[in-house]
Nanobody, 128 residues
Framework: QVQLVESGGGLVQTGGSLRLSCAAS????????MGWFRQAPVMARDVVAS???????????DSVKGRITISRDNDKNTENTEYLQMNTLKPDDTAVYYC??????????????????WGQGTQVTVSS
């Protein structure tokens, strides 16, 4: 069982920035694609960004391109961590953000069904 723990959410004003982190409890972290999803109330869970196992391939939803950057730290000597740097935040970015890990799929998967373990979520609220 893989555990994913998100951190870094909070309340920020429009135009502000947040950096989300996701620590993964797996020794094979560098072999798996990772993703960030978000879900607002009564809405579906949608991809925000995803990254391949090496970090060479990334995907961004159109709504966040140019404002959000996904990255990962595959260094075995440090905690296996995925990041989501969010800049120029808007009220529409308000949601619970989830990190997820994908097993056996190459590239940067974009749909929830391609991911196998999920974090508990962290709330991001952007005030107008």
């Amino acid at each position: 069982q893989v555990q994913l723990v998100e951190s870094g959410g909070g309340l920020v004003q429009t135009g502000g920035s947040l950096r989300l982190s996701c620590a993964a409890s797996t020794r094979t972290f560098s072999a798996h694609a990772m993703g960030w999803f978000r879900q607002a109330p009564v809405m579906a869970r949608d991809v925000v960004a995803s990254i391949s196992c090496t970090g060479s391939n990334t995907y961004y939803a159109d709504s966040v391109k140019g404002r959000i950057t996904i990255s990962r730290d595959n260094d075995k000597n440090t905690e296996n961590t995925e990041y989501l740097q969010m800049n120029t935040l808007k009220p529409d970015d308000t949601a619970v953000y989830y990190c997820a890990i994908s097993y056996g799929i190459t590239g940067a998967p974009q749909t929830p069904g391609e991911y196998h373990y999920w974090g508990q979520g962290t709330q991001v609220t952007v005030s107008s």
